[in-house]
């Protein structure tokens, strides 16, 4: 009898010690901080800690550029993300940050962009005819407690 309660010990123990991989990160609930942009030829470091970006599973989003916050809509279609026009601050910031809140605002709002979500990371792309251009995120938050 001894040698059976051992084992399941054993068992149970082993099992308590093995916890399920993390789960790569959602499109919508997960707060992507800005990780580089511009054109995908040749994409820039952020200028500023400021840039991310949460989808709520709602269809509503908030982020910040560089120094000023965004709210508004959006809508996923396969592999596309559908953005209505932002609600957007008026803070002027200093360079480099306002070229990084410029590309934010000009590759999102109001415009449809190519997504890809690969591991920690989501690229979102916007087709322009003169190159395109990118933002890279990456995972910093669960927002919906997954």
Not at 4 to 31: D, N, Q, R
Not at 112 to 135: A, I, M, Q, W
């Amino acid at each position: 009898m001894k040698k059976y309660l051992v084992i399941l010990f054993a068992i149970a123990m082993m099992s308590s010690a093995c916890s399920p991989a993390e789960p790569a990160p959602s499109l919508t609930g997960t707060t992507w901080k800005l990780s580089s942009y511009s054109r995908v030829d040749s994409p820039d470091p952020v200028a500023a800690e400021g840039g991310t970006l949460t989808l709520s599973p709602d269809g509503k989003l908030t982020g910040v550029g560089a120094c000023n916050e965004f709210s508004g809509t959006y809508e996923v279609k396969g592999q596309q993300i559908i953005f209505g026009h932002f609600d957007w601050g008026s803070t002027f910031c200093p360079e480099p940050q306002m070229t990084q809140e410029s590309t934010v605002y000009d590759t999102l709002d109001n415009h449809t962009v190519d997504y890809k979500v690969e591991g920690n990371t989501l690229t979102l792309t916007r087709p322009l005819s003169g190159g395109d251009f990118v933002l890279v995120f990456e995972a910093v938050a669960n927002s919906t407690g997954n």
